[in-house]
């Protein structure tokens, strides 16, 4: 049931213009993918509700498919079978070729020169094993436990804004996938499918996280959350890094209208203050300890907001030696748990995490990138690399167990040396995209 609105530019993301753009339209198909189901209805007050659209009203907008869409259509039609698909990477390079251009503009932009985004990829180069020998390693297990909750691998799948630009299903792609996997879902707030809808699609028992944006309302933030217990979310991982949000320069040239999902509650009583809430209570692993939290996500936000952030790895050990002589603990421990995001393509590279003191590593774009290209076949498949992966380097480190991996696995000794020499990921080298010069337009002649 299409409905009207007194105030849309709450709702809307872009503001004016793309309102302007569509009045009297029906604007379906570049307001859903963009939009969960139930936004107007969360973002708005009754009063604003002015009633139904009567849909013969309402002026229909051509769909014209463009030559670039079906040159799209026809790469899509060409993708290689998921048995071809070797690594997460392969997911990035057929991502990049089959998705929209807008869309794969936003997943895959960093802020400024992209320096973070990089590095959170490439700190991991300066870690190497050293791996036990004479061990059994006839039975390997990589399961483990987050916040108390089982999970087959020491991954989970991190929040990521705007499924629906990827895939049609979006978020709901990953629930699934999650599901048979057992591995852990974290919902983001600001995801194209509604909260209700992606908790409804998970199993029986399914355990599911909630990122959460710290409203200035707290009213507002208390209902989310309350509503979130109810649900049987199991953990609330709050966004404590975006008092601005960061320039994604590539998705600023591709004119992408939302250039970020919270400008759908950005203005007026019902928007996210960034530069209030938790970023003010909360500024470190320290201070998220002494505040009784259950853990600590070591993240930089994918590289997205501010530029020579350093990895979260690389943070990762300096949080552990810190907490480790001005706290007593150490890790991995039950009452205070570690967690990285950002660059993770292998499970090499969360071993190494894990070896750190880490619990567990969340992974976002891979997964995204997966479903954009196979749907949700493509998460299923890239879960099971994951599990291939595991199991074949766990017993060429020597440990049997997660338990197993311990610091003395691992040389980290450069891991601060941002000047060090490393060996080059071709792999994902190829899939990064340089970033632009703007360019001069093109004049076109007047007969």
């Not at 753009?21 to 969960?36: L, M, V």
């Not at 599911?208 to 991982?237: C, M, P, S, W």
């Not at 567990?360 to 949700?376: D, H, L, Q, T």
Request: charged residues 25%; hydrophobic residues 35%.
């Amino acid at each position: 049931m299409l409905s009207v609105t007194s105030n849309l530019t709450h709702v809307q993301q872009g503001g004016s213009k793309i309102i302007l753009k569509y009045a009297g339209k029906d604007a379906t198909q570049e307001y859903d993918p963009i939009h969960p189901p139930d936004a107007i209805e969360n973002n708005l007050p009754p009063e604003k509700h002015l009633g139904p659209v009567e849909p013969n009203t309402v002026e229909k907008v051509e769909v014209r498919i463009t030559d670039e869409e079906m040159a799209r259509q026809e790469r899509m039609s060409n993708r290689p079978p998921l048995d071809e698909i070797l690594n997460l990477h392969d997911f990035e390079s057929i991502a990049r070729q089959v998705m929209p251009e807008k869309a794969w503009a936003y997943y895959s932009s960093a802020a400024d020169d992209e320096i973070t985004h990089r590095e959170n990829h490439s700190a991991y180069h300066r870690i190497w094993f050293r791996p036990q020998i004479l061990v059994d390693v006839t039975k390997v297990d990589w399961s483990t436990r987050i916040l108390g909750h089982k999970s087959s691998m020491p991954v989970y799948i991190t929040a990521t804004a705007l499924g629906k630009l990827g895939h049609p299903d979006g978020e709901l792609n990953l629930t699934r996938a999650a599901a048979r996997h057992n591995v852990i879902q974290m919902i983001p707030t600001l995801a194209s499918c509604s909260f209700d809808e992606i908790v409804d699609a998970a199993q029986p028992g399914q355990v599911q996280f909630l990122q959460l944006y710290v409203n200035k309302d707290r009213n507002i933030t208390k209902r989310l959350v309350q509503h979130a217990e109810q649900r049987g979310i199991k953990g609330l991982f709050i966004t404590v890094d975006a008092p601005q949000l960061g320039r994604r320069e590539k998705d600023m040239r591709m004119k992408f209208t939302a250039e970020d999902p919270s400008e759908v509650v950005k203005s007026g009583s019902d928007g996210i203050d960034r530069s209030q809430g938790a970023a003010r209570a909360i500024s470190d692993a320290l201070k998220a300890y002494d505040l009784g939290l259950a853990g600590v996500v070591l993240s930089n936000h994918g590289g997205r907001q501010l530029d020579f952030a350093r990895s979260g790895v690389e943070v990762l050990v300096e949080v552990v030696t810190n907490l480790k002589q001005k706290r007593g603990l150490s890790f991995p421990n039950d009452k205070f748990q570690l967690f990285v995001d950002g660059g993770v393509r292998r499970a090499t590279d969360v071993i190494k995490a894990i070896a750190l003191g880490a619990t567990a590593v969340g992974i976002g774009r891979p997964f995204i990138y997966a479903f954009s290209s196979y749907g949700e076949q493509g998460v299923d498949k890239a879960l099971k690399i994951l599990q291939d992966e595991f199991e074949m380097n766990m017993r060429l480190i020597g440990a049997k167990s997660i338990q197993d991996i311990t610091p003395d696995m691992v040389d980290a000794t450069n891991i601060s040396s941002h000047i060090a020499s490393t060996p080059t990921d071709r792999l994902y080298d190829s899939n990064y995209e340089s970033m632009q010069h703007a360019k001069l337009r093109e004049i076109k002649s007047k007969m």
